[in-house]
């Protein structure tokens, strides 16, 4: 019943718009900052990795997060430099204009997550509860947005090449 609400109902759409532009505007700041700042993750990196997240025991509860960070994000740096930045960009473009928005949040949250495994709580929790809510309300939360364009123009491309594969398929 409540999912029903938040994928139909357009009075949650307004709802939605409001938080989708709250959690955009977020994104997009950090993500500018980032961008027009001069941003270096290698610091971030080190330190999750010297100070990981740890149990009660004092034992490392995503290890494998860590030997991640460790084998893969800090020699590739530059990878994480670029993507970063531009991911956060990105994102909070989407979600402020309300295009492509569930990939956006889908992304976002991938994010929240990775930001979290690292031991970064801040407001992780606070976004991602709010992106779930945002992503579970899928075309809902962009359809004041550029979404109720976009989306229908995909569908129809989609649909129309689908259309092209099956001729083929059949010939």
């Given amino acids: ?86 991911g956060e960009t990105l994102i909070g473009l989407g979600l402020l204009l309300g295009c492509l928005t569930t990939a956006a949040m889908f992304f976002g949250l991938f994010m929240n997550f990775m930001f979290f495994l690292a031991g970064t709580v801040s407001h992780n929790p606070r976004d991602i509860f709010i992106g779930f809510i945002i992503l579970t309300a899928g075309y809902n939360a962009g359809r004041i947005g550029l979404d109720r364009w976009v989306i229908p123009f995909i569908r129809k491309f989609t649909n129309k090449n689908a259309g092209i594969e099956k001729q083929k398929v059949t010939a």
């Avoid at 938080?19 to 980032?34: D, H, I, M």
């Avoid at 740890?54 to 993507?83: Q, R, S």
């Fill in 1 to 86: 019943m409540f999912n029903k609400f938040l994928r139909e109902n357009k009075y949650a759409a307004i709802i939605l718009a409001v938080l989708r532009v709250y959690l955009g505007y977020s994104w997009f700041t950090a993500g500018l900052g980032k961008l027009t700042g001069g941003f270096d993750a290698s610091g971030f990196l080190k330190g999750a990795i010297a100070k990981p997240v740890t149990g009660p025991e004092g034992d490392m509860v995503f290890g494998w997060y860590v030997h991640f960070l460790k084998g893969f994000a800090l020699p590739n740096v530059d990878i994480f430099n670029f993507v970063v930045p531009w």
